[in-house]
């Protein structure tokens, strides 16, 4: 079993719909959890840090369920320009950060 | 602020031939990290530098050598290219030091390599 695994996509939705991401992990000891966005041919950028509690910024919301090892992100209102790839990232103590291979959203008009 | 600064952003080698990857942080940074991306392949560690003066190999380590020259600075030299190593490096830093990987990660802009 892989450490971090996502959906690659491609989602396609139109513009205004919800899409929600999934991502597991395998070690349960991960400390930290994190959505990264790459557009095309560009370097990742942190979108979000992921909280036991769940955190939301704007119309991003992000969940972690520790007890079935996955952590989520929901997008709502989708616009044309939160068409990229969507990382997951997850710490695992004593190690650098893990990286998912990216799920893929492309949002149309 | 420039963040990460990555150099050259281009580079195609011959295979056998050797060059260095430069990478800078001007965000007192205690942690330092190279990746390479491969399509399909999402994100991979080579060498991480916790802090300064220390370095650790990374999931795919064979065939780089690295050097933490100072708390900014972090290179990657590749000593005989190989076709195989074609692919997108990227630098980053992160505040993180004893705790390596539980602080976001700031990546440079990326370097394009190609081995013929």
């Known amino acids: 079993r892989k450490e971090v695994e996502q959906d690659p996509g491609p989602f396609n939705v139109p513009e205004g719909a919800t899409v929600a991401f999934n991502c597991t992990y395998s070690?349960?000891?991960?400390?930290?959890f994190f959505w990264y966005r790459q557009d095309c041919r560009k370097e990742p950028k942190l979108l979000m840090s992921?909280?036991?509690s769940g955190n939301e910024d704007g119309r991003f919301t992000a969940q972690l369920n520790r007890a079935s090892q996955y952590i989520s992100l929901l997008i709502r209102d989708s616009k044309l320009s939160d068409s990229a790839t969507y990382l997951c990232v997850v710490h695992q103590a004593g190690t650098a950060l893990i990286f998912g291979k990216g799920t893929t959203l492309s949002v149309s008009s | 602020n420039a963040g990460v600064t990555q150099t050259p952003k281009f580079q195609v080698l011959k295979t056998g031939q050797s060059m260095t990857l430069q990478c800078a942080q001007d965000?007192?940074?205690?942690?330092m990290y190279w990746y390479r991306q491969d399509p399909g392949m999402g994100l991979r560690l080579i060498y991480y530098?916790?802090?300064?003066?220390?370095?650790d190999k990374g999931e795919v380590p064979n065939g780089y050598n690295v050097s933490r020259l100072n708390k900014r600075e972090f290179s990657l030299r590749l000593e005989s290219a190989a076709p195989s190593q074609t692919s997108v490096y990227f630098c980053?830093?992160?505040?993180?030091?004893?705790?390596?990987?539980?602080?976001?990660?700031?990546f440079g802009n990326g370097t394009r390599l190609t081995v013929t």
């Open positions: 980053a830093s992160s505040e993180g030091g004893a705790g390596v990987g539980n602080s976001p990660l700031h």
């Open positions: 530098s916790a802090s300064e003066g220390t370095t």
């Open positions: 965000m007192n940074h205690n942690s």
């Open positions: 992921v909280y036991s």
């Open positions: 070690n349960s000891a991960s400390q930290s």
